[in-house]
């Protein structure tokens, strides 16, 4: 049996952080940038982002990096574990951004993600529990949004 979680940030106010500072969700503990970088919770029409119903839609994570030449990182801390993880990204440029599923064991799985800008496309990953998400972007005019995260708690097997 499977425990979900969605976050499509609707319902939670606009705002705009960087250098470590963050913001919270119900889903999530943490979502900050680090130095340099920028993510703001905004709505869609915040920078002209056209809607794409049960995909990109409502309020948005806009993850953008114009001031540095190097790795910029995103982190989002879930809560809790989650041993499914799936989420839309949108006009993410070819060969700029991997997600990092961080895993309770220690170890973690990464996707580069693949081009979005003509349309979003969803990312899943079923696997170990997932203990932390982390987008690198790969140059400094990545700009990125995310939105319609679900999360999926696997309970362990019943006795039979």
């Not at 309020?59 to 809560?79: G, Q, T």
């Not at 809790?80 to 839309?88: A, D, P, R």
Request: proline share 6%.
């Amino acid at each position: 049996m499977m425990a979900a979680e969605r976050e499509n940030f609707d319902d939670q106010p606009s705002q705009v952080v960087n250098n470590y500072n963050e913001f919270k969700t119900p889903t999530f503990a943490e979502v900050y940038s680090n130095e340099g970088g920028q993510v703001a919770l905004q709505s869609l029409d915040y920078k002209g982002v056209s809607v794409q119903p049960g995909k990109i839609e409502g309020k948005v994570i806009y993850a953008n990096d114009s001031k540095l030449a190097s790795d910029k990182v995103v982190f989002v801390f879930a809560k809790v574990e989650f041993s499914e993880v799936k989420f839309w990204h949108y006009l993410t440029p070819a060969s700029s951004v991997v997600v990092l599923f961080h895993l309770k064991n220690g170890g973690y799985y990464w996707e580069e993600l693949k081009e979005s800008v003509s349309g979003p496309r969803q990312v899943v990953f079923h696997g170990s529990p997932v203990r932390e998400i982390q987008f690198r972007c790969n140059n400094m005019s990545s700009f990125f949004v995310l939105d319609n995260f679900e999360l999926n708690q696997v309970s362990p097997p019943g006795p039979n």
